[in-house]
């Protein structure tokens, strides 16, 4: 098992240019989840996906959007990047849909906005 | 406010002692809590859990106590090796999808 994958690792943008974050879990967990963090701070929610087919804003969902395109997969979508949006992003998956459970990350994507 | 916090943001140990790396939390209606180890490069990694219902957890060489008076988490890593450097994160969870993370401790271990 691979585990959680994310694409690109790293990626440059400039500023107003869009770009889709992938992730794909190979573990039949049905809620997934996408983090960034940043220097000093811990990780803080984007969205999530409690089951295939639905959505939800985390704590910091402003200029991003997000597709639950199967089971498997989950992708971030900056539709206007801003300098604001350079951090490292983590997707996560757990297996319970609901209720506290571990948590498994994929290796992260590095994003830079200039 | 809700927060995860810790006490210190390093910490250094030489290798085969033991280290403590601590948490406070705010939450008193959190009722689970996890410890994740990040290496340089890499995405956070489970270590072990606790559930408010207890005060102590053992895993291999790691062991997490809670105490939930003082809204205390902390994580003791015996015979601490190079392997072990790496940030150390707690996180706390009261129910549903929303897990909230501490800023994490850098440890290093001195060969």
């Known amino acids: 098992n691979a585990g959680v994958t994310q694409t690109p690792k790293f990626q440059v943008l400039k500023t107003g240019q869009s770009m889709t974050l992938q992730c794909a879990q190979d573990?039949?967990?049905?809620?997934m989840y996408w983090y960034r963090q940043d220097p000093g701070m811990g990780l803080r929610l984007i969205y999530y996906s409690a089951s295939e087919g639905t959505t939800d804003k985390g704590e910091v969902p402003n200029g991003y959007n997000v597709s639950r395109l199967n089971k498997r997969e989950f992708s971030l979508r900056l539709e206007s990047a801003a300098p604001s949006q350079t951090s490292v992003y983590f997707c996560?998956?757990?297996?319970?849909?609901?209720?506290?459970?571990?948590?498994?990350f994929g290796p992260g994507t590095r994003l830079t906005v200039l | 406010g809700e927060s995860v916090g810790l006490h210190l943001p390093t910490l250094s140990v030489q290798e085969g002692d033991n280290s403590i790396i601590n948490c406070a939390y705010s939450n008193s209606a959190s009722d689970y809590f996890i410890w994740y180890k990040q290496e340089s490069g890499k995405g956070p990694q489970f270590i072990i859990d606790?559930?408010?219902?207890?005060d102590k957890r053992q895993g291999q060489r790691v062991t997490v106590l809670l105490n939930k008076t003082v809204k205390h988490l902390s994580l003791q890593i015996a015979a601490t090796q190079p392997g072990d450097s790496a940030v150390y994160f707690c996180?706390?969870?009261?129910?549903?999808?929303?897990?909230?993370f501490g800023a994490g401790t850098r440890l290093f271990v001195k060969a």
């Open positions: 606790i559930r408010s219902n207890m």
């Open positions: 996180a706390e969870n009261k129910g549903g999808f929303k897990t909230i």
């Open positions: 996560a998956s757990t297996r319970l849909a609901g209720g506290p459970d571990t948590q498994y």
């Open positions: 573990m039949n967990h049905n809620s």
